[in-house]
Nanobody, 121 residues
């Protein structure tokens, strides 16, 4: 019904930059928030950054000043610009969206399949 597709993951050296993108598609009535999470083996999935439909942003303390989240409402996409990447940023990054499908009056959480970010050294 609703799908999230991530792109932009890859290999980058410490101090480098990477831009992740996520596109939501399907039977969407509205989206009130989108965000990025990351998860390492043996650890819980944690919020990296999020943005509401009104433009309010939230960031994990470890990425403040380095990452920037943005959203294109018309295209149902969200991007994460990652600068000054550190080895500890290496992880699988998952796109998340709070979506109201056309078939329901409730907002539901949807997840992408994940994109791998590798920071060498």
């Amino acid at each position: 019904q609703v799908q999230l597709v991530e792109s932009g993951g890859g290999l980058v050296q410490p101090g480098g930059s990477l831009r992740l993108s996520c596109a939501a598609s399907g039977s969407i009535f509205s989206i009130n928030a989108m965000g990025w999470y990351r998860q390492a083996p043996g650890k819980e999935r944690e919020l990296v950054a999020s943005i509401t439909s009104g433009g309010t942003t939230s960031y994990a303390g470890s990425v403040k000043g380095r990452f920037t989240i943005s959203r294109d409402i018309a295209k149902n996409t969200v991007s994460l610009q990652m600068n000054s990447l550190k080895p500890e940023d290496a992880d699988v990054y998952y796109c998340n969206a709070r979506v109201r499908p056309t078939t329901t009056y409730r907002y539901l959480e949807y997840w992408g399949q994940g994109t791998l970010v590798t920071v060498s050294s």
